[in-house]
Structures are given as C-alpha cells and as structure tokens.
C-alpha cells in the first residue's frame, strides 16, 4: 500500500546549504529558556535536541534571550549530522521592557551566537521583537540593528535576514533603508487559530512581500486553552483522519503556507509532528476551523504591545 503524500506549499521555501528544502522547526525557547546567568549546559535539553534530531527534525530554532544557543551547538556536534543538512535560525535580543539587550552591540550578539552555536554560519538570524529603544540595545535603533544584520549576510555569516514579532509598520522601516537583496525574508509571529494575525494584517501582507510567516505557539489550542470551542471540531477530525489534535493543528498551519515551530519534550508527539504529510484538510475543514478560531481569540504573548498594532 503506498502512503498518499500531501507535500505543502510553503509561501517562500528555504534550503540548507546541502539542498533539502527547510520545513518544520522544533524550538528551544518557552519551556527550555533559561536564566541569562546560568552558563551551565542543560544536558536535559542537550538530549531533547538529539532526540528531535534522531527523529527526523533538522530544522532548530533558538534565540539570544532563550540562553540555549550553546545547548543547540552541543546537540548538534553530538548527533553526528553534517552542518549543511540542518537550517539553525538564532535571534537577536534587543531588550524589552526594563531589561537591556544581551551583548554590549548586535555584532557581539552575532559573533557570540556563532561561537556558542559553534558553526561558521547561522541559516537564518531574526530581530527578536521590535519593542525595543535605542537605551537598551546600548545606543542602537531598529535602522542601525537591521544594517549590522546586513553586513554580517555580507560576510556570509548569517544565510538569511529576518523579523520576528514585527507589525507592517516595523517592516516598512526597515525596507525604507535597504535594497531589496536584503528586506526581511522571514516574519515569526505567534500564530494558531485563535490568534490568525498577531498585528492587523500581518499574515496576508508578509505573504504578498515575500515573507515566509513561521508560526510560534501553533498549537495553542491543544496545549494552552483548556477545552475550548475547537475542542469538539479536532476531535472529529482527527478520527476522520487518524491524526492527533496537534496534528491537524500543525497541518492547517502549513496549509496557510506557514511553516510551523513546534515543541514537545515527548517522543510521540515529536514524531507526530514530522508526521503530518500525508493528509489534507479539505477547504471546507480549513476554513471552518479558521472561523471557529476567529470567533474565539486568545493572545499568549506581547499583549500590551499589540493593542494598537
Ligand atoms: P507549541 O504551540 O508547539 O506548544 C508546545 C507545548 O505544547 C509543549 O508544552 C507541549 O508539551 C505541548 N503539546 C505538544 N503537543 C501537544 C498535544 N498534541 N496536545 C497537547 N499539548 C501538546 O509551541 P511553543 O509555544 O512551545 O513555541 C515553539 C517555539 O517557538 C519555542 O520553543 C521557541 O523556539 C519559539 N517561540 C518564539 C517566540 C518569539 O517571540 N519569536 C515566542 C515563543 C516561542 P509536551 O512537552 O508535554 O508535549
């Protein structure tokens, strides 16, 4: 019996240096990050990484504010894999509220990304929010950050420029002062549901600029909200198709073309969620849980924030 394959149509498709095309991410933030001051190795999360990568993921998303880069780095010097089959996307923290920024500049936030990940290259790198001044970064603002990004994709250090938790307006700014070669090529926003646009219009103008939307927190309705008003329509989908909850999740987001970042300490639900391309939700199914999902929105992150955004 051959298994139908259902291949997704990402908005923008990424490669690794050795040519597979970049899907799915595991992530090491939310449960995983740890204080900026413990500079011990989370073996846990070290095996955890391993674990995602014997399974198949290859795709690995970190951040300066997680404190896990050198985690990532550990993990994959022990699994083995040549680094041009993994696409490892780090980020650079600016500061937010009364923290200042990580590292005394973006170039020392880049240059120790490099070291801690221990790789000659990152695949892709992200402003972490743009919810930032010019005090805590030490002096920089959103222009000066984006041209030092620029500089670094120069030197090849960093493959690919991008945004995270950016509004319309936060972009605009930065393709004001850059050529096109190096306007944001990725957006990563909370994404699910309950969430469609986490700014007014955000999903549908990243798409149209060539922007890849990749989707944190996708499964918010399984994980984080407890029996909730799509509770009932997954369940049914889920027989219909033998899948998890999480699955049809995971599968109605790439079916958005949004790549989704995922993360599971379970051995089962990580394969799960590398199992999910073999199926497709009809239009029909898409669309009402995408209506399902408007009528009931649950925000996780950056509440104050977006209020006006
Ligand atoms: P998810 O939506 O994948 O949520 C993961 C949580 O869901 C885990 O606690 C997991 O628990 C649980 N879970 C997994 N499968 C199921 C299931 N079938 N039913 C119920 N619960 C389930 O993503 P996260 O919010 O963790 O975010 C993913 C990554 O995105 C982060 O690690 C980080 O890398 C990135 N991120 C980026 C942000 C940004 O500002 N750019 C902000 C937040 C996250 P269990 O371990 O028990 O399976």
Request: aromatic share 10%; hydrophobic share 35%; no cysteine.
């Amino acid at each position: 019996m051959t298994t139908a394959s259902h291949p997704v149509k990402l908005t923008k498709q990424f490669k690794t240096k050795s040519g597979s095309d970049v899907s799915i991410a595991t992530g090491t933030g939310t449960k995983w990050k740890k204080d900026a001051k413990d500079d011990d190795i989370n073996q846990e999360l070290v095996d955890q990484i391993l674990l995602a990568l014997k399974l198949g993921f290859r795709h690995i998303d970190t951040a300066e504010v997680y404190n896990t880069q050198a985690e990532v780095g550990e993990a994959v010097k022990q699994s083995g894999i040549p680094r041009e089959e993994l696409w490892i996307t780090t980020k650079y923290n600016p500061g937010w509220r009364t923290i200042s920024a990580s590292s005394a500049s973006p170039s020392a936030s880049i240059d120790k990304a490099l070291k801690q990940l221990d790789t000659d290259y990152i695949d892709l790198y992200l402003i972490h929010q743009p919810f930032f001044t010019e005090e805590s970064t030490h002096g920089y603002t959103l222009e000066d950050v984006w041209n030092v990004l620029i500089d670094y994709k120069k030197q090849g250090k960093i493959r690919e420029i991008g945004v995270s938790n950016f509004a319309q307006e936060h972009i605009e700014r930065l393709k004001k002062i850059s050529e096109p070669e190096f306007y944001p090529v990725v957006n990563q926003i909370e994404s699910h549901p309950f969430l469609q646009d986490q700014s007014k219009g955000i999903t549908e103008y990243s798409q149209a600029n060539g922007i890849l939307v990749e989707a944190f927190s996708p499964l918010t309705p399984v994980s984080r909200v407890e029996k909730n008003a799509l509770t009932g329509y997954l369940d049914e989908l889920s027989k219909k198709y033998n899948k998890t909850g999480g699955q049809i999740l995971l599968r109605w987001t790439l079916q958005r073309g949004i790549l989704p970042i995922t993360t599971s300490a379970k051995e089962d639900r990580i394969k799960e969620a590398l199992d999910v391309f073999d199926f497709e939700l009809t239009q029909e199914e898409f669309d009402k849980i995408a209506e399902i999902g408007k009528e009931n929105p649950h925000r996780v992150f950056f509440h104050d924030e977006f209020k006006d955004l």
